[in-house]
C-alpha cells in the first residue's frame, strides 16, 4: 500500500468518525430533550417521576434477585425502609466481613479471623432486624393517630379508600409511606384485603392485625366502622402506654444481654494486651481452638436466653 492510498484511507475513517460523533451527539440531545419534556408532561399532570440516587452494584443485585436469598432480602431492606438495595446491602456486607476478617487475625490471632467474618454477618443481620423493629415501633405509635384520621374521615362520608389516601398525605413516615403504597395498591386494581394484608405482612403487629381486621371487616360487612375505629382508638393509646412502661423496665435486661457477648470478647484483647501472643499459642492446639469456639458458642447461649426470657409480649 503506497502512501497516498494510507492518506486517503485514514481521512476517510477520520471524516467517519467525525459523521458518527455528530450522530452520537444529536441522538443524545434528542433523547434528553424527549426526557426533559416527559417529566415537564408527568409533572403537569401531577405524577412526579422518581428521581433517585445511581444505584451501584447493579449486576450484583439483578443477580441476587432471581434467588431466594436475594428475595428474602428484599422483603426485609422493604420493611425496614432503608433505601438500599439488595445488591448494596450484601456487597457491604462482604466488604465488612472481609474487614472484621483481617482485623481479627491481625490483632489476635489467624484462627480468630473467619470467627469474626461470621461476627460480621451476624452484626449485619442484627442490624436489619434493629431497623425493622424500630420501624415497627414508630408505626406502632403513629396507630392510635391512623385511626382517629380514619374515623374523622369515615364519619364525614369520605370512602375507605379515600380516607386512607387522606391519611397517606397527612402522616409522616412510615405510617404515610405504608399507606402511599396501598392506595397505589388499590389505584391499580387491588382489593383492599390484599394491599392491607401485604402491609401487615411488612409491619407485622398486633396493633396492626387488629386495625386491619376491623377494616376489612368494615369493608365487607358494613356496619358501624366510625365507632369501632373510635373504639380502636382508645384501646391503642392505652396499650401505646403499656408498651413504654414495659420498654422502660426491660431496658436495663436488654443492656445486660448485649454486655455480656461484649465481655468476652474484650477479655480476649485484655488477655492478648498481657501477654502478647498468648491467643495464638492458645489456638495453636485443637484443644484451644475447642475451647475457644466452646466459649463464643456458651456467649451466644447467654445472649438468646437473656433475650428470650426478657421478652414480655404486650
Known amino acids: 500500500m503506497d502512501l497516498q492510498t494510507l492518506d486517503t484511507l485514514t481521512t476517510g475513517i477520520a471524516l467517519l468518525a467525525c459523521v458518527l460523533a455528530v450522530i452520537g451527539v444529536h441522538v443524545y440531545a434528542k433523547g434528553r430533550a424527549q ?20 444505584r451501584r452494584f447493579r449486576n450484583l443485585d439483578r443477580r441476587l434477585r432471581r434467588t431466594q436469598l436475594g428475595r428474602k432480602l428484599e422483603l426485609r431492606l422493604a420493611a425496614t425502609g432503608l ?12 466488604a465488612a466481613v472481609a474487614g472484621l476478617w483481617l482485623v481479627g487475625q491481625a490483632t489476635l490471632a489467624p484462627f480468630f479471623g473467619p470467627i469474626a467474618g461470621l461476627l460480621g454477618i451476624w452484626a449485619a443481620v442484627q442490624f436489619l432486624n434493629w431497623q425493622r423493629q424500630k420501624r415497627i ?5 403513629q396507630l392510635p393517630e391512623l385511626a382517629r384520621i380514619l374515623a374523622n374521615a369515615t ?6 379508600r379515600t380516607a386512607i389516601g387522606m391519611a397517606a398525605e397527612e402522616l409522616e413516615a412510615p405510617a404515610g409511606e405504608e399507606l402511599a403504597k396501598v392506595a397505589d395498591q388499590l389505584a391499580v386494581g387491588m382489593t383492599m384485603d390484599d394491599a392491607l394484608g401485604e402491609m401487615a405482612e411488612r409491619l ?21 366502622v366510625v365507632s369501632a375505629l ?13 408498651r413504654r412502661e414495659v420498654r422502660t423496665q426491660l431496658s436495663q435486661v436488654s443492656m445486660t444481654s448485649y454486655a455480656v457477648p461484649v465481655l468476652g470478647v474484650g477479655s480476649l484483647f485484655l488477655m492478648n494486651g498481657v501477654k502478647d501472643g498468648a491467643l495464638e499459642r492458645m489456638t495453636g492446639s485443637p484443644f484451644g481452638q475447642g475451647a475457644v469456639i466452646i466459649a463464643f458458642a456458651l456467649y451466644a447461649v447467654g445472649f438468646i436466653l437473656i433475650r428470650r426470657m426478657s421478652r414480655i409480649d404486650v
Open 230 to 242: 373510635r373504639n380502636l382508638t382508645e384501646t391503642l393509646e392505652e396499650r401505646k402506654e403499656t
Open 204 to 224: 407485622p403487629s398486633r396493633e396492626l392485625v387488629v386495625l386491619v381486621t376491623t377494616l376489612v371487616l368494615s369493608n365487607k360487612a358494613g356496619g358501624q
Open 155 to 160: 364519619h364525614a362520608g369520605l370512602a375507605l
Open 137 to 141: 415501633e414508630k408505626f406502632i405509635n
Open 83 to 94: 433505601d438500599i438495595t439488595p445488591g448494596e446491602f450484601f456487597a457491604a456486607m462482604l
Open 35 to 54: 426526557r426533559a419534556a416527559l417529566v415537564d408532561r408527568l409533572t403537569s399532570a401531577g405524577q412526579v417521576p422518581y428521581v433517585g440516587r445511581r
